[in-house]
């Protein structure tokens, strides 16, 4: 219920270049609402954009801006475009109130004003404009639970789908509106066999959301048994067409990757097509010039067909919905696949960073421009644990073999830059320790070996110097003169600063120095 003092703390802009109509409508007003006066067009602008009132009371006549450009003006602008405005002429023809009503006018009063008229005409669109704002808020406030209930359907965090799994998966989603009708899902099927689908709903908004939870509720329950993607998206759209009175209709890529081979089923039901992402190679788009298949939940009994890509260590999957592909620029310019493939052209170190690019990519071009529809994305990577064996001496010649082998191999795994030098050079500088302190000069076998994996490297050097844990060195002492500090003090150092774990253990006339590395340790800023 609004009340008097409700109506009390709301502010009016008076704007009238001529002072005696100002003074007849601050008498008219005063103690009803807090009251500000502006004697011009560009100075009731400034003052609405420095603290927006909730009514104006505008003049049309007045010199350099009129008050139809002032209400043209405030309706251009997302911040102003409800504000009432209420007309004040003298004017009393239809064909000046048509103008004022067309300009984006609330209402009109005509001079001379009758205070009666003036307070009784205020009020109301008061009352209106709170009622108006109060809807307003609770709606906003149901789409903002609306978003939570939305965002939690789909995964966020996927560290725990990956675990024990080559794998590596980032995703996100960003809706035009408040909520919207993309959707993403990843989720075991058992035997370390994975689903994953990604969507968009016809349409934005509401309507999409309640279409998208539904879709993702019937993708996950009609996954659990069956398990082809071509059957799943033939059953999903059965069910979907059965009862669909809006006639709404999803696109949907639906993929089963066995991760114990790297080979992916996959079927599409009218999406975007997916990229495959591999080192050393253009990113290539898997339809290549195939089609996509028909859309889901309009006709019944459709069969979707089957097709397979085998993925290599390296590889990855990257799934979007065409609000990446169809965003705009100011100059209605849009983004396309080629901007996508050259956005993906730079092999990313993870996922997270693969889709981080691309959003980035879609940002830059679309310079400021609304969203023009929801946009989905999400990289698969499959990883495999890689592994790399070699027989080496205590010799300077090998201590470069065994450096050049490290680097070129975790490169070739897609490794992070950073850990490819950092690790080599921690690799290089374990076995120049053992050839000038370990084997002291003599020579003898080192067994290197180096195991990729999603998310870590581990690497493992088997020697038989002389026993030495050096997670049991001093700190270097950097102002020490060198001819006076520890064996190896520097190296060491070096080592502990590259890895994020360092193991060691004697086993019989053996020593066993283990290092980990962290794949998704951020590089430091510089």
Known sequence: MIDAVDLSRCRVLLVD?????????????????????????????????????????????????????????LREQPATRDLPVIFLS???????????????????????FEAVEVRARVRSLLKGKMYQDSVRANLESELRVAQEIQRGMVPKDFANLGSGLPIDVHALLEPAKEVGGDLYDVFPLGGGRLCIVLGDVSGKGIPAALFMAITATLLRSTARHVQRPEEILSHVNQELSRDNPTSMFVTLFCAVLDTSTGLVS???????????VRPGQPPQLLA???????VIGIQPGLIFEPREVHLQSGDSLFLYTDGVTEAFDPDHECFGEERLLLALGEIAPTSREMVERVLAAVRKFARG??????????????????ELRLALRSTLTDVVRG????????????APADAVHDLALAVEEVLSNLVRHGYAGTEGPIGLRVVVEAFAVTIEVRERGIHFDPRLAEPPRLEVPLDERA?????????????????YQRDGDENLLTLVRDLNRQPPEE
């Open 288 to 294: 290549d010039g195939r089609g996509t298949g028909t």
């Open 487 to 503: 064996a190896g003090e520097l190296g060491i150092h070096l080592i502990k600063n590259a890895t994020d774990s360092i193991e």
């Open 17 to 73: 270049d001529a002072r005696s109509s100002l003074d007849v409508l601050v008498e008219a007003l005063q103690g009803h609402h807090l009251l500000s006066v502006a004697l011009d067009g560009e100075s009731a602008l400034r003052s609405i954009a420095h603290a927006p009132p909730d009514l104006v009371l505008l003049d049309l006549m007045m010199p350099r801006l009129d008050g139809y450009e002032v209400c043209k003006r």
């Open 403 to 414: 450096y050049e082998a490290v680097q070129d191999f975790l490169a070739e795994r897609g």
């Open 90 to 112: 003298a004017l009393g023809e239809a064909k000046s109130k048509a103008r004022g009503f067309e300009a984006g006018g609330t209402d009109y009063i005509t001079k001379p």
């Open 266 to 276: 996959y079927a599409s039901g009218g999406h975007t097509s997916p990229v495959l």
């Open 369 to 386: 421009a609304p969203q023009s529809d929801d946009i989905a994305l999400l990289a698969l990577r499959f990883q495999p644990a890689a």
